[in-house]
């Protein structure tokens, strides 16, 4: 890693001293940026780390399967952008559907609102790709250079063969996950059984190529090497959750009651807290702060320091929870835990939960009431009305007929508006399973059926198999 910038200033004694340095006077050199030390995280055990690791299993099953599901002889989740349509299983979304991409954005923004007013950073802790991912790749690292222990001490040891083949290991191993990671990601926007082709022929197209390798090499950066400074510098949420908690927020706390005075196990005095200061808490947190100072916001809620206290704890003979989920009411008005979670239903919380629960049922309204037809009326621009044979008047118009279902149709076109409107084209066509059908419709009225101006009308298109799907569209027919 290149090294910092370093500005030279010079150790002024007074205000009053001139600025050029005299002969043989030292420079001090600050730097501008903190210059970044390698945290080598501890491995933990407990009930937090198994919940983080059932979530890292799910998560990834989801993620690394779900592009290989079959679904109606196509892939289960696709989504197919050089077509412009979007397969969710046994739905089709077209660009029309923006609706629902705009709601979904909604729900995964008060989603986060609601659980992190509750209790804090349970998303980064535990379902974050970042986190998800460095928890990954540090379980490969362990794998192959060891504990904590052993990673400090390779990564002081002079270089030599060992240390070479154990590093080419672990990251050859970490790139290549990186590259399945990329892989995967763009079998979600190729169909997957073609890219597998394409790449074993290595006929992979330009931007299948640019975007594996752009997703694998970020996957590889931002979890293998930046790590914690992803979660510290980078993400913005770190910044401001803050506004979002409450003194009735559960986050990750040490109980400075119980713990202090601090002191080693062979000292322990008369009085002393529980807390030994062994450091674990800090050995085993990912981003290597020290939660006894407090709350910071570094910390990612992992609850590694929970599980690391609680085992020291149980092996001294202490009671387990010296570092908890509490909230700073709880703290400093001891409240018991009947007491916390009551609390936890305050106001803010349940218009937030109300605000979710709405807008869920709406979403499964809209879904569920979703007719699986679209259609788009478009006026012929280059001839606005014309008159034809027995002088009636005539306007065109193109209809585009979208089928959004999974399998061929037939749909019924007519329209309404005027006394004598009519079709003067097929009133049927015929479109295929998740396709359109551009149609160009001519439609009259007999003369002197309608004086001159512009008339509303409607269109009417409905499946020939099933009249509850139906649409109707509005125009207008144009006399003159």
Known sequence: MAQPS????????????DAAPAAGQALDEVPLYEIRRAIHPRAVRGWFAAWRWALVWATQLVFYGLAWLPWNSRQAVLFDIAHRKFYIFGLVFWPQDIVYLTVLLILAAL??????AVAGRLWCGYACPQTVYTEIFLWIERQIEGDRNARIKLDQAPFGWGKLLKK???????????LWTGFTFVGYFTPIHELLGEVLHLDTGPWETFWVLFYGFATYGNAG?????VCIYM???????????DKDTMIITYDPERGEPRGKRSARREGAGDCIDCSICVQVCPTGIDIRNGLQYQCIGCAACIDGCDQVMERIGRPKGLIRYSTTHALERKLTREQMFRRAF?????????????????????????????????RDRAAIAREVEGGRIENVYRL??????????????????????????????????????????????DPGGAAEGTHPIRFRVRAADDAGVAVVEKSVFIVR
């Open 111 to 116: 989603s986060l609102f609601l659980f992190t």
């Open 346 to 378: 305050r106001p803010r919380v349940l218009v937030y939960t109300a605000i979710l629960g709405a807008i869920v049922c709406a979403a499964a309204a809209g879904l569920w009431l979703r007719v699986p037809l679209k259609v788009d009326v478009i």
């Open 168 to 178: 080419l290991l672990k990251h050859g191993s970490w790139a290549l996950l990186a």
């Open 235 to 245: 993400c913005p949420y770190a910044r401001f959750q803050s506004a979002m908690f």
């Open 225 to 229: 090497w930046m790590r914690e400074q």
């Open 400 to 445: 585009q007929i979208m089928n959004t279902t999974e399998r061929a149709r037939d749909f019924e076109i007519a329209v309404e508006g005027l006394p004598t409107l009519a079709l003067a084209t097929a009133p049927r066509v015929h479109v295929g399973a998740a396709d359109s059908s551009a149609l160009p419709v001519r439609v009259r009225v």
């Open 6 to 17: 370093v500005l030279p200033l010079q150790n002024v004694k007074n205000s009053t001293q």
